[in-house]
């Protein structure tokens, strides 16, 4: 057990929500969003995707099994802030290290529990993903100091997020297999590990490398990866992929990844009300009507209106809301998907997703 500590989060739309404290003491500032998924919490509270973010947790009880660093999807805790109904003191799991609140803890991530989780998840469903606000400390908050200071804060979708959580220097994975370049805007591990798995070598680059010096690693193929913020602010990134396509380089998007392909195919990219977060979001395959359930984590999306190139189809879309989860070029080896096929967690029934690209990097013509 720990002492207790005073918790407030505040939104923009002027709504506050009292709790108790777990995890670091401080103040943050994020965009408030939600994750639906009953499990996985350690590889949410690691995903780059959520830099930015004060995430809360949907499912009511949260840390039960612990902290294990094997389910990292990146080095360290990610998010702003954490959001949860109830915070589990005492952990039971074989493979736990640590509790969530001493984890968070020591990462400096602030966490806020006992508030009504359901409800505030209706609030940003219905308004809309927003700023907010959030602190703990050992003493009373002044919510009302919190109220207008919110106004006030900055969107971090504003910043070139991938520009923050990129790796500095290319890393290698041994593989005896195809090559494959990944290009990092917040890679989650589970994807460098679905393509060692298949005996492919992965070299993991920053997103700032051009596409002279990808091309220079002699791939046979390049994943542009999940990532947080808005890919209208990674121009770079996008002017690379495009050259990328233009030389014939067999070329998969994931998530983020997906939003950048679609950029550098001529189509546009909007930011939906609150986002696909969790692992129980539905998509058809509109080649086959087949249904799958996925894992995502996303707030911005493709604009189907404007994939009006004949030579791009959308492959799959949302059962929920009909938005673009997939698309593909009818005579490039060039797709993506907004939900990510390595799970992690999540359900792997979208995993062949990885085999069709190693078809394509055999059908792939790249020139250098």
Known sequence: MHDALYAVLVLRDGSVWKGTGFGATGKVTGEVVFNTGMVGYTQSVTDCSYRGQILCQTYPLVGNYGVCRREFESDRPQIQGYVVYEACRNPSHYTSEMRLHEWLKSNGIPGIEGIDTRELTKTLRVE???????????????????????????????????GEVTIKNELKY???????????????????????????????????????????????????????????????????????????????????????????????????????????????????????????????????????????????????????????????????????????????ETKFIFDEFIKKMGSGNAKG
């Open 174 to 348: 041994a593989g005896n297999g195809r090559k494959v370049v990944v290009i990092d805007c917040g890679v989650k591990l589970g994807i460098v590990k679905s393509r060692v798995q298949r005996g492919v070598e992965v070299t993991r680059v920053p997103a700032g490398y051009s596409a002279d010096r990808i091309m220079g690693l002699n791939p046979d193929g390049v994943i542009i990866s999940n990532g947080p913020g808005d890919p209208k602010n990674v121009p770079y990134l996008v002017r690379t992929v495009t050259n990328l396509i233009e030389r014939g380089m067999p070329t998969l998007g994931i998530c983020l990844g997906n939003q950048i392909l679609g950029l550098a195919l001529g189509c546009d990219t909007y930011k939906m009300k609150f986002g696909h977060r969790g692992q129980n979001h539905p998509v058809m395959d509109k080649a086959s009507g087949r249904c799958y359930i996925t894992s995502q984590n996303h707030g911005y999306t493709i604009d189907p209106d404007s994939v009006t190139d004949k030579d791009v189809d959308i492959t799959f879309v949302n059962v929920n809301d009909g938005t673009v989860e997939g698309i593909t070029h009818k005579k490039l080896p060039v797709f993506g998907t907004q939900f990510h096929p390595e799970a992690s967690p999540g359900p792997v």
């Open 128 to 162: 809309g993903t927003m700023m907010g606000i959030l602190e703990v400390s050992e003493n009373p908050i002044d919510a009302g100091r919190l109220l207008g200071e919110v106004k006030h804060a900055k969107d971090p979708n504003l910043r070139d997020l991938v």
